[in-house]
């Protein structure tokens, strides 16, 4: 069916483009987020890094300033010293003393990392041993010479020229320092707007991927949903073509139906007819005919009969076809013992013996289950008419998600290899004379429990008997049953 | 030649060899100077009613009518409602006598309280047989109320 075949290739075409655009979404928002997320660590380690760096700078700086400090404030305090004399001025000289080693190996370490300001230190190092001894020299020569010799010390050292290299040599680094400060100020500045550029285009790329998303599933839900509505079309109209039919089956049922009950009625008059006045042509003027003549008439009257038997149970049969099933739980036992009683109270004269087991509900209609027994079990009284005691046994026995009902005789029995015709419509196994009927039992028995899911089958042997099996499904398998069919 | 207004027994039948074979039967057990013959419902009615084409007939119903139910102008259903919706007629008992045993035209006979339902069987001794018997049943061994 085309409407049909194009709406499931729609419907897988709307799968795939669905699928792989999400996959697609969610895997660049995932990289997107995980970009975000290591750009954010990177921008703040250098964040820290920076910071650090400052620091690390401020520090070489803040020791640069205390040593140059420390060595002016020995310088001045020498000064002082020389001026007055008094020893008590000479504290921050000794401190100086003590604490340009400290101070220059604190240099040292701070700027191990740069050859350059390594360099520096040395020339520090130089510069301010330098200086130092000049003091001391200087405060020798005063404690010999008083003032004069200082002076002199003073004007022909040099301390001057070596308070200049000290102070060069720390500016130098001082420059070097705040040079690296600003180099390293500008990348950090610079990495920063780089970082925000990367950050504003992944928010960008975020926001088209949103919008792309949100365009997709919205198409995506649209197509879904006239993909639904065309299902629900189709269905609406499959219910209605189902409903449809079902009303012509109803139809074509009842037209059976009426057609059944005309049959019987119109096909019996005449019937009765023709057995009627052979009767009385028998009756009335039998004495005028020879044994032949009423020998004729007494086989017109049984072909009526024969007929009029056969009306009846083709009716019956096409009955078994059309009617609804009941669906029921049937207590079996009480079933068979009803038709049991029956079949006993029609055929007093025999000595019948019927042997009932108990017998496992079945789920069907109990109307339906109720003809079966009533044909098995007439057959086998039928069958059994020859024999002194009749034995009819029925029982049961439970197998593999069915029960498997049977009525055993003693009787006529038929041969196994024409078993295969033994269901079927009008096929009879005996000759007329040797037993009545028309052949329709055993096939109603198979139509109403193939309606019911389950089968027939016998086994008997020449004048030894028959056992009629059929069997039912267990556990309410009312999908394995059939409602009622045209045939 | 049945006097009108003796009649114990009103058959309905509409088909002729139905009819001459109950006819044959009754008459020979010497219940056939009681019957009376009509082929269709309207018929049925007319005698019943003493109207139409029986109006100069005296009132006096039947003992019992046998009825089938497949008529031509007033089907048989019809004229068994009639006979039960009149006072005057409606103890009568009436016994269908049809050749279909379809359950839908017993449930509906007996709605409209007929007394038997019986199915014309085929073979001939039993159709004979059960007319007679009926016929025993109804004006001989049955009761009823004194008109």
Known sequence: MRKGGSGFMLKNKIKWSAERLLQLGVGLALLILAGVGLLAYRSTESLIDNSHLVAHTQEVLAELKTTLSRVAAGESSQRGYLLTGDASYLGPYHLAVQEVGNHLNSLRTLTADNP?????????????????????????????????????????????????????????????????????TRDAESSAHSTVAVYLTLLALGFLLLLALYTGTRRHIAQRTQAEATVRALNNSLEQRVAERTAQLQVANKELEAFSYSVSHDLRAPLRAV?????????????????????????????????????????SFSRMNRLQMEHSTVDMTALTRGVVAELSRANEKRHIEFDLSDLPPATGDSAMLRQVFVNLLSNAVKFTATREAACIKIGSRAEAGENVYLVADNGAGFDMRHANKLFGVFQRLHSASEFDGTGVGLAIVQRIVHRHGGRVWAEGQVDHGATFYFSLPTGGASTKMVEGAIQ | MTDMDSIEI??????????????????????????????????????????????????????????????????????????????????????????????????????LGVNSFIVKPIDFNNFMKAIVELGFYWLVLNKQPQE
Request: hydrophobic share 40%; with cysteine; charged share 30%.
């Open chain 1, 116 to 184: 350059r300001q390594q360099a520096r230190v040395v020339g520090l190092d130089a510069a301010l041993k330098t200086r130092m001894d000049l003091l001391e020299r200087c405060i020798k020569q005063y404690e010999i010479g008083g003032i004069p010799a200082a002076q002199h010390f003073l004007l022909t050292s040099g301390g001057k020229q070596a308070m200049e290299n000290v102070t060069q040599q720390v500016g130098a680094m001082e420059a070097e320092e705040r040079n690296l400060l600003a180099i390293r």
């Open chain 1, 275 to 315: 057995s009627g006045f052979s009767s009385a042509v028998l009756e009335d003027y039998g004495d005028k005919l020879d044994a032949e003549g009423r020998r004729y008439l007494d086989l017109i009257g049984k072909g009526a009969q024969d007929m009029g038997r056969l009306i009846d149970d083709l009716l």
């Open chain 2, 10 to 111: 009103l058959l309905v039948e509409d088909n002729p060899n139905d009819a001459e074979l109950a006819l044959r039967a009754l008459r020979k057990n010497n219940l056939a100077n009681k019957v009376f013959t009509v082929h269709d419902g309207q018929q049925a009615l007319d005698f019943l009613f003493c109207q139409g084409i029986y109006e100069g007939r005296k009132n006096g119903s039947p003992k019992v009518i046998f009825l089938d139910l497949k008529l031509p102008k007033v089907d048989g259903l019809e004229v068994l409602r009639a006979i039960r919706s009149d006072e005057h007629t409606r103890h009568i008992p009436v016994v269908v006598l049809t050749s279909s045993q379809e359950e839908q035209d017993i449930v509906a006979t007996y709605e």
